[in-house]
């Protein structure tokens, strides 16, 4: 019996506890604020097999009161109710009692309170532990760490865990430092291209071996420099430079460059695979000084945290190069049909996916305000009409590069470009890029759904002669001799074009 009075008085301590604290701390008094960038463990507690991810960046503010003190604001990572924890400070090792009322939801409190780690049926569960516990950090050169990496703590109610929790938590005092200009040193605008077709003006300074870019960070930053160095025909940029602590309306964060590659995994689930980034310690870049470029086909991130990838900005197989404003139109590459759904019945309409590339024959980047394309239907000019297109107010046969309609028939997404049709009775339909600078106009070849081009006649092809010839069936397949039915034939020019036509044999 005594046993079971020892556990009920343990409760009715433990009632009382929680009954003594229902406070939820919403103002720190005044003191020494510090804003520390927080690195933990985090579990999602709300997922149905809770995972335990590493995680780091995001900043929270801690108040070093004059009463001596200790207060941290949002201690979960998951959950910012804008309330703090009190903790207080003896020797440098600061404690926080646990549970604490961290916010009122709907009149029921909610705790940060020590979860015990169990198994049921092979999935870990995380309870409450049921009585009180002590969070203890070390105070090190102006940064919490947590003393055991192993005590879990996270959100509970009404006597269950939700949510989010943590372990192994630092709060970091940062001490890093921006990458800046030499005094003197000169920088340039260039243009960048990453996989998707987006083009982003950088800046590049190079001093001696020393190269420096800039511009990654879309104007957060009025100095966003990180620095590399010049390696022979290599351009080597080291990880976890920092740009700079980033305050917004509803977080705070500390964000670094980062490189990393791209790799994959088979999800059996969903029978594909699913492609994630890993950070590595620089990014490689091919150097032409000559030429003045430089490009990758690994990745730059411009990442929350100096760790793991968190990125708010993403750079996939940068091609960055030095080059004057074109002042005249130049021959922009073919696009590429990346899907075409024919017209069918049950959905009254059929569909078209491409790209187009910003850039020309020459390897120029183009600016996208210059750039459109025109759709062909059986060698014809298409034409955009608002009787069928309910999302246009005017006819169009040049759409603009950035253009989407208010229907979604005709939508851009970077490189990435559709749109529907509702025609039958065609046998192919292509796409053709323009290039248009003032009242110069270059165009593309034409490429159609089914895999032909057809290039541009201008005045050197009209004398151009054919050099060789290839035929291929519809399947795409190439054939020495054609017998009956229907080919493809490509003729390349002695200028280099390529020519394709249907032939009937």
């Known amino acids: 019996m005594k046993k079971v009075y020892l556990l009920v008085w343990s409760l009715m301590c433990f009632t009382l506890l929680q009954a ?12 020494v604020v510090k804003n520390l960038m927080r690195s933990s463990v985090t579990y999602n507690l709300e997922s149905d097999v809770p995972t335990a991810t590493p995680d780091d960046g995001y900043a929270s503010e801690v ?25 207080s400070m003896k020797d440098n090792v600061i404690t926080v009692k646990l549970p604490q009322p961290i ?23 995380y309870t409450p532990v049921g009585k009180e516990s002590e969070l203890l950090f070390d105070y090190q050169d102006g940064s919490l760490i947590q003393k055991d990496a192993n005590f879990i703590f996270g959100l509970t109610r009404g006597g269950e865990a939700l949510g989010a929790a943590d372990r192994d938590l630092h709060l970091i005092d940062v001490k890093d430092q921006p990458a800046s200009l030499p005094d ?94 890993v ?10 000084a000559e030429k003045q470029t430089i490009s990758s086909k690994q990745t730059m991130l411009v990442n929350i945290g100096p760790n793991y990838v968190n990125y708010a900005f993403c750079y996939d197989e940068p091609y960055i190069i030095h080059q004057k404003e074109l002042t005249h139109a130049t021959r922009p590459l073919n696009p ?73 028939d005709i939508q851009a997404y970077g490189a990435s470009h559709s749109f529907t049709f509702f025609l039958t009775g065609y046998e192919r339909i292509g796409v053709q890029s323009i290039h248009k600078v003032g009242d110069e106009v270059a165009k593309s070849d034409i490429v159609y759904s089914d895999g032909t081009v057809t290039a541009i006649r201008t005045a050197t092809q009209e004398d151009a002669e054919c050099v060789s010839e ?21 003729m390349k020019m002695s200028d280099g074009s390529i020519r394709s036509m249907k032939i009937m044999k």
Not at 342 to 366: C, H, K, Q, R
């Open 336 to 408: 590429s049909i990346t899907n075409f759904m024919d017209y069918t019945e049950m959905w009254g309409y059929g569909a078209m996916s491409f790209t187009l590339p910003l850039e020309d024959v020459e390897g120029n980047i183009l600016n996208e305000n210059n750039i459109y394309y025109n759709v062909y239907v059986d060698d014809e000019l298409f034409t955009f009409n608002p009787d069928e297109y309910m999302g246009l107010e005017e006819s169009m046969t040049d759409i603009p590069y950035s253009f989407s309609d208010s229907n979604y």
């Open 470 to 490: 290839t035929y291929t069936d519809l399947s795409g397949r190439r054939v020495a001799v054609p017998s009956k039915g229907l080919y493809i034939r490509s």
């Open 103 to 125: 916010a009122d939801l709907d009149g029921q409190l909610v705790y940060i309170d020590q979860l015990i780690e169990s198994e049921e049926d092979g999935i870990k569960v």
């Open 184 to 277: 003197g040193t000169a920088c340039q605008t260039w243009k960048m291209r990453d996989w998707s077709g987006t083009i982003t003006d950088v800046q590049v300074a190079i001093n001696g071996n020393d190269i420096y870019l800039g511009g990654l960070t879309d104007g957060y930053f009025e100095n966003d420099w990180v620095k590399g160095s010049i390696q022979g025909k290599q351009v080597v940029f080291p990880s976890h430079q920092y740009y700079g602590l980033l305050v917004t309306e509803y977080s705070s964060a500390y964000l670094y460059y980062l490189a990393a590659d791209i790799d994959s995994v088979y999800n059996e689930l969903w029978g594909e695979y699913e492609l994630f980034y």
């Open 279 to 288: 950070p590595t310690e620089a990014i490689t870049f091919n150097y032409d």
């Open 20 to 31: 003594q604290e229902q406070t939820v701390i919403t103002t720190a008094p005044d003191g």
């Open 63 to 87: 108040v070093f009161a004059a009463d001596g003190n200790v207060y941290i604001k949002d201690i979960n990572s998951a959950y910012a109710f804008g309330t703090y924890v009190k903790g």
